[in-house]
Antibody, heavy 130, light 107 residues
């Protein structure tokens, strides 16, 4: 059974870079046709998808954050990472990592294109302070 | 950008059927997914690819997707089904899109 665990600083100063790690246990980050995603949720609000990375390094980012986000992974450590630059108070949220299942990278969108997150970490709270 | 719209709240009596809608332009041209989130916990996938249930999800959870609306149906609703429900779809420009969430109350 795959388990994901987020880790990183709980407090980040405004204008600095938020860096989080997601450790994967119970399975290899390289095995299977999986993506590895980050999602966040401000207190009392809904879910916001940040982006995903495939084992090959293929990435997609949500347009609203694309200029500030970098996802990466280290298969030797079975971990993947989120970096969010130039943070503001609006980036304060619970950050989740999740395993994604979807159509292979580069697949042309169609009615049968699919992507969803089937295993989630417990989440980690990040507060941006001024 | 693509948007998914859900009702903010739905109430149901124990044992009755709860239905939660998710609306979006030509939504049936994409798969829809549903997640259940209890307070203080991470989301759990309950429906994928419109109608399929992951292993371990009770049969009382079902989904449909037609036209501009996808629906999550919970038959014989139990108190453990309370929480927030989010629909999700894939859009070619926005990628993963979530609905705003629906708070289900069992009373």
């Amino acid at each position: 059974q795959v388990v994901l665990q987020e880790s990183g600083p709980g407090l980040v100063k405004a204008s600095q870079t938020l860096s989080l790690t997601c450790g994967v246990s119970g399975g290899s980050i390289n095995s299977g046709n999986y993506y590895w995603s980050w999602i966040r949720q401000p207190a009392g609000k809904g879910l916001e998808w940040i982006g995903r990375i495939y084992a090959s390094g293929y990435t997609n980012y949500t347009p609203s954050l694309k200029s500030r986000v970098i996802l990466s992974l280290d298969a030797s450590k079975n971990q993947f990472y989120l970096k969010l630059t130039s943070v503001t108070a609006a980036d304060t949220a619970v950050y989740y990592c999740a395993r994604g299942r979807g159509s292979a990278p580069g697949t042309s969108p169609s009615r049968f294109y699919y992507y969803y997150m089937d295993v989630w970490g417990k989440g980690t709270t990040v507060t941006v302070s001024s | 950008s693509y948007e998914l719209t859900q009702p903010p709240s739905v109430s149901v009596s124990p044992g009755q059927t709860a239905t939660i809608s998710c609306s979006g332009d030509k939504l049936d041209e994409a798969y829809v997914y549903w997640y259940h989130q209890k307070p203080g916990q991470s989301p759990v996938l309950v429906i994928y690819q419109d109608t399929r249930r992951p292993s371990g999800i009770p049969e009382r959870f079902s989904g449909s997707n037609s036209g501009n609306t996808a629906t999550l149906t919970i038959s014989g609703t139990q108190s453990t089904d309370e929480g927030d429900y989010y629909c999700q779809a894939w859009d070619t420009s926005t990628y993963v899109v979530f609905g705003g969430g629906t708070k289900l109350t069992v009373l």
